[in-house]
């Protein structure tokens, strides 16, 4: 099955930094979201992105879908940014979506 | 729209009893799908129901089991509970033709004692 890598699996920053979050994936797929876990278990999407770029506030995503790769920038952070990052795909048939190990992103004041 | 919806959010059960999680997709969601998530193992597929059927399956025991209404509302059963199965139970729902976005509920936190 497909196999997804997240990195860094840590990362502290001040508030107002930015940051690169990075997913790795190891075959074809036909869906690809980023999602932000609160501190009370609820995934929250960010984007739905098997391929190109798209923009949300401070955040941006991008799928490189050849490269088998994406990125999540978050730009001028905020405490409330913090918590754990996770990509997940689907696999071309769309049936089966697994997730990344996460990355778990500290905002300190 | 309302969310997905889950219940119970939390449990408390002893080893060897059977749980029953409920979850209430999207209205004009036809597929569900249940997932666990324990420190250990992170975020992992259990199942997908779509139109009352059972579409996909993940890598868990047959003490793992679900079903799906003719409203799409889905049920995960879990039999003999071990202190292993203490975890996050994460539903989704999505479209399931058409569109490949999947939503999630609040989770049902359980404890086995």
Redesign the interface.
Known sequence: GIQVEQSPPDLILQEGANSTLRCNFSDSVNNLQWFHQNPWGQLINLFYIPSGTKQNGRLSATTVATERYSLLYISSSQTTDSGVYFCAVGDNYGQNFVFGPGTRLSVLP | KAGVTQTPRYLIKTRGQQVTLSCSPISGHRSV?W?Q?TPGQ????LF?YFSETQ??K?NFPGRFSGRQFSNSRSEMNVSTLELGDSA?Y?C?SRPGTGG?????G??T?LTVL
Request: aromatic share 18%; net charge neutral; glycine share 14%.
């Open positions: 799908s997932y998530q992170g975020l992992q597929f997908e579409r996909n993940g996050l994460l989704a490949n976005e999947q939503f999630f609040p989770g936190r």
